[in-house]
């Protein structure tokens, strides 16, 4: 009895991507980039270093710019980034709102199956040319993304010529030579070993990348299932979802350092 008690004091003490944020000592801002007649909003989070720092974009998940994915930009501020994290649902939500004027996450993710592909790319090229001018950033701008943001992110890497790194996170990958034959920054992929969905696209984006001479190192971690990232820092995470994101943070974390 009263190891049960510890367990839920435990899971009940388990910090909360709002925990996070509401915790933490870094600067922290919502911005309004343009893009057209659009205004994209985007949470940005700055490191406190002396030196000018690298920018990593942050393209959240089919439910939209949550919590979790601002956590997840603050995390990496912690190490040193530059991070924005733009909500893509911006001008969609109720009234013209965004991700957190939607009533429930379902009605995020069918507002955001709605989503123009074009405006998606030309909202991530508004928000990557607005991290070129951030005067506190070094030049180099890599992009990440999980689930829906993994394919983004994939594409993505298609459009923008100028990028140090992508990141996929469970995302499917482009399946035209032409436009593989595009991607001029190395492809870096997370995947879960239970995910035959997202895995099935990952073959034939191994042998496309491999026959362009493209770089395209993909790490599927055992037994995690889709969205380990977020489901492993859950107070109920399974052992292998723990075990996933936390292999995938240390690895995503030496490659962010190397660029």
């Known amino acids: 009895m009263k190891l049960i008690t510890i367990l839920i004091a435990l899971a009940c003490a388990q910090e909360t991507p709002k925990d996070r944020l509401e915790k933490s000592p870094r600067h922290s ?23 000018k720092a690298p920018v990593v974009i942050l393209i959240h998940e089919n439910r939209g710019l949550v919590d979790w994915v601002r956590a997840t930009a603050d995390r990496l501020a912690e190490q040193g980034f530059i991070a924005i994290a733009p909500d893509l649902l911006s001008g969609m939500g109720p009234k013209g709102g965004k991700t957190s004027d939607f009533e429930n996450q379902d009605a995020a993710r069918e507002a955001l199956s709605k989503l123009p592909a074009d405006q998606a790319t030309a909202d991530l090229n508004a928000v990557c040319d607005y991290a070129a001018k951030i005067e506190a950033a070094n030049g180099k701008i890599a992009v990440g993304g999980f689930c829906w943001g993994g394919s983004q992110t994939f594409k993505f890497a298609t459009k923008r010529e100028k990028l140090a790194a992508a990141f996929v996170f469970y995302g499917s990958g482009p399946d035209n030579k032409d436009d593989i034959a595009k ?16 895995n099935e696209s990952v073959k034939k984006s191994q042998e496309l990348m491999k026959a362009a001479s493209k770089t ?3 790490v599927t971690y055992a037994g995690a299932g889709h969205a ?17 994101r936390d292999d995938a943070w240390k690895r995503w974390l030496e490659l962010l350092k190397k660029m």
């Open 29 to 51: 801002e919502w911005v309004e980039v343009k893009q057209g007649e659009r205004k994209v909003h985007c949470f940005v989070v700055y490191p406190e270093v002396k030196e």
């Open 183 to 198: 991607i001029a920054c190395p492809v870096y992929g997370f995947y879960a070993e239970n995910d035959a969905r997202v």
């Open 228 to 244: 380990f990232m977020r489901l492993g820092e859950e107070a109920n995470a399974t052992e292998a979802n723990k075990k996933a």
């Open 216 to 218: 395209y190192d993909v």
